[in-house]
């Protein structure tokens, strides 16, 4: 048997692919963890193995080129444990203006062991904490984090103009494009994990994306281009022909 034969036996023995309806797809790994800490599997609730500001400057691992970041952490009744992750991606050399990559991450008092990211809508909104009367997900226990795709400050999601940079004209922003595109996703999931490692004491043992519309798109090309990010993709309405979709919609 071939090296290549081989490699694809062992795909399709670890992926196993679900498509639910024209406008959901599902796809589920039953190989190993994406990310577990050492090994070691959660079993029932687990409690915080440090306090929340500690993860306040917390270094973070696997930025692309010269890309920054900073982690701002505050404990919040009702919620949690809630991380600000701000990254600054410069890491196309089109260039442009940087990429400004907001990931809100809610890891609650009670842990089920698990990992969750939420997807987008459209051009995408700001990130946002979730709460516990809010997100039934926090609510059964998970770690949720939710991300804006690049472009921190654009609250309506119906409009691009963080695409184009007006001086000069008309440069565009690759950073930014390649942030909303794909790389923000993956930053999320990377650095989310490796937030929720140090504050549980231990790797979550499985990672899970859930979206719909442009969250859909987001979650099957995370199964495409990061398949090692999660465990499992809910991908609900891909908005995949994003020529049409925007008109579609506005």
Not at 66 to 77: G, L, M, Q, Y
Not at 117 to 144: H, K, M, R
């Amino acid at each position: 048997m071939s090296r290549r034969a081989r490699s694809q036996r062992h795909w399709h023995r670890s992926v196993a692919a679900l498509i639910a309806s024209p406008l959901a797809a599902v796809l589920l790994a039953v190989g190993a963890p994406a990310h577990a800490g050492a090994g070691t599997q959660v079993t029932g609730y687990r409690a915080p193995a440090t306090a929340c500001a500690a993860l306040t400057g917390l270094p973070l691992p696997g930025l692309p080129g010269s890309d920054t970041a900073t982690v701002t952490a505050n404990e919040v009744s009702g919620s949690g444990c809630q991380v600000a992750i701000e990254i600054t991606d410069t890491s196309d050399p089109r260039g442009g203006q940087p990429g400004d990559i907001g990931i809100d991450l809610t890891l609650p008092d009670s842990w089920n062991g698990n990992y969750m990211a939420e997807g987008n809508g459209v051009y995408c909104s700001p990130a946002g904490f979730v709460t516990l009367a809010s997100d039934q997900w926090l609510a059964a226990g998970y770690a949720i984090s939710q991300d804006d795709c690049g472009h921190k400050g654009y609250a309506n999601p119906l409009v691009s103009p963080w695409v184009t940079n007006s001086r000069p004209p008309p440069a565009l922003n690759w950073n930014r494009i390649d942030d909303f595109g794909y790389l923000a996703q993956h930053l999320t999931a990377v650095e989310s994990k490796a937030v929720v490692d140090q504050y549980y004491g231990v790797g979550a043992h499985y990672s899970f994306w859930n979206g719909c519309s442009t969250g859909g798109r987001q979650g099957l090309m995370e199964a495409q281009r990061y398949p090692r990010d999660f465990n499992g993709v809910l991908a609900g309405a891909p908005a995949l022909n994003w020529p049409q979709a925007p008109s579609t919609i506005c």
